[in-house]
């Protein structure tokens, strides 16, 4: 009959822990570049010269179609025999920031392409310029719009997190897998990783969904219409 020690596992808390706030320091600060990167390439594919909208459209469409796994492995097994060595941690944030860019240039797009062009053309013929009509009055309605679509993004970004324990960078997952080898409790460690990542998920949407209207986009009328 099998027994379950979950105890074993938890004993390991400081273990726990210590992955659980990587991964939130890792899936943050992946959130705010990438969300970054998402908007300037939104802007280019929607509004941008052509060149440029071309080169954007290439990058999303590598990314988008390319697993997660092969882009963290290009970046922290591959650029090294170009003569760039990273940590196990830039090269996480970097993966994830170009990862979550090209998912939220298209989600960022789908909002600036919505934006009626009668409130453009009010905004320039207030004399504002094309950046403070894109900044103040295109992009917080148009992310109003597609807000719960990138929250949603980033939180699928902060799962895949998981995958770059496998370059060594100590986030939960690896925390899990350390504590198994140690113990040998697989089972018990996976299902407290998976609650504590359920958890994680509920609290990154609940945060975001807070954030959005109170800093973002919320002060607007009609932001999110």
């Known amino acids: 009959m099998i027994q379950l020690d979950f105890l074993a596992v938890l004993a390991q808390w400081p273990a726990l822990l210590k992955g659980a706030a990587f991964t939130v320091a890792l899936s943050a600060t992946a959130a705010v570049l ?11 594919r929607s509004q941008g010269p052509r060149g440029l909208a071309a080169i954007v459209s290439a990058y ?8 997660f796994i092969v882009q963290l492995f290009f970046i922290f097994f591959g650029l090294p025999s170009l003569g ?3 940590s196990p941690e830039v090269a996480s944030i970097i993966a994830m920031v170009v990862n979550l860019g090209a998912y939220a240039a298209e989600i960022v797009r789908a909002g600036i392409d919505n934006t009626p062009r009668g409130q453009i053309e009010a905004a320039r013929s207030l004399a504002l310029t094309e950046l403070q009509v894109f900044t103040r009055v295109v992009l917080p309605p148009a992310l109003g719009r597609v807000w719960p679509a990138l929250t949603s993004q980033i939180v699928i970004v902060m799962l895949g997190s998981a995958v770059c324990g496998q370059i060594s960078a100590q986030e939960l997952s690896y925390a899990a897998n350390l504590i198994q080898s140690r113990n040998f409790r697989a089972f018990e460690a996976y299902i407290i990783a998976t609650g ?3 958890l994680l998920s509920v ?3 609940q945060a975001l969904n807070w954030l959005g209207p109170k800093f973002i986009f919320g002060r607007l009328p009609n932001a999110g219409r």
């Open 196 to 198: 504590i990542y359920l």
């Open 60 to 67: 999303v469409e590598l990314v988008r179609n390319t697993p």
């Open 34 to 44: 990438g969300v970054g990167l998402g908007v300037a390439c939104g802007w280019a």
């Open 84 to 86: 760039l060595k990273l």
């Open 203 to 205: 609290a990154f949407r």
